[in-house]
T-cell receptor, first 111, second 113 residues
Framework: RKEVEQDPGPFNVPEGATVAFNCTYS??????FFWYRQDCRKEPKLLMS???SGNEDGRFTAQLNRASQYISLLIRDSKLSDSATYLC????????????FGTGTQLKVEL | TAGITQAPTSQILAAGRSMTLRCTQD?????MYWYRQDLGLGLRLIHY???????GKGEVPDGYSVSRANTDDFPLTLASAVPSQTSVYFC????????????FGPGTRLTVL
């Protein structure tokens, strides 16, 4: 079983739609969680960290469920510019800053 | 500010040849990393360095070596390239070796034939 699993998609949604991605992680000792965004043939960039209490940044909401070992990303009012691959990232306790990446979920926002 | 630069942008390399992928950051970050990204496997850590003068092995270190002579540079060397090393290589840096945001370079697309 992969340490971090994501539905690869693609998720094809109309502009303005709300879309949610889930990500599960296998190691209960994971301590830090992030969503990164990667545009086609570009480098990954941090979208947001995921905190235990959940956090929101504009149209983006991230949540963590430690009991079920998953994190989620909700995007409201999707824009064409949101089209990208969203990478779920986990750091294990004692892992320093060694990121473990999921394979990513592809989002395509259409007119 | 340039952030992180990588060179070359892309390269085709004959199997058995050696090559060094260059990575330079101007943010004075202490920690630097090398990842490879392959379809269906995601990004995997090859080597890392928490501070100048130290390096460590990541998830897939075999066939690669690194050095960290100073804060800014973190070259990745393939001593004898094999086709399975065909991949996109990303260098990254962060302010510390803790759970900080990592900033990625634009990547090097390497094809080994």
């Amino acid at each position: 079983r992969k340490e971090v699993e994501q539905d690869p998609g693609p998720f094809n949604v109309p502009e303005g739609a709300t879309v949610a991605f889930n990500c599960t992680y296998s190691n209960s000792a994971s301590q830090s969680f992030f969503w990164y965004r990667q545009d086609c043939r570009k480098e990954p960039k941090l979208l947001m960290s995921v905190y235990s209490s959940g956090n929101e940044d504009g149209r983006f909401t991230a949540q963590l469920n430690r009991a079920s070992q998953y994190i989620s990303l909700l995007i409201r009012d999707s824009k064409l510019s949101d089209s990208a691959t969203y990478l779920c990232v986990v750091i294990l306790t004692g892992g320093g800053n060694k990121l473990t990446f999921g394979t990513g979920t592809q989002l395509k926002v259409e007119l | 500010t340039a952030g992180i630069t990588q060179a070359p942008t892309s390269q085709i390399l004959a199997a058995g040849r050696s090559m060094t992928l260059r990575c330079t950051q101007d943010m004075r970050h202490n920690a630097m990393y090398w990842y490879r990204q392959d379809l269906g496997l995601g990004l995997r850590l090859i080597h890392y360095s928490n501070t100048a003068g130290t390096t460590g092995k990541g998830e897939v270190p075999d066939g690669y070596s690194v050095s960290r002579a100073n804060t800014d540079d973190f070259p990745l060397t393939l001593a004898s390239a094999v086709p399975s090393q065909t991949s996109v290589y990303f260098c990254a840096s962060s302010d510390s070796g803790g759970p900080d945001t990592q900033y990625f370079g634009p990547g090097t697309r390497l094809t080994v034939l």
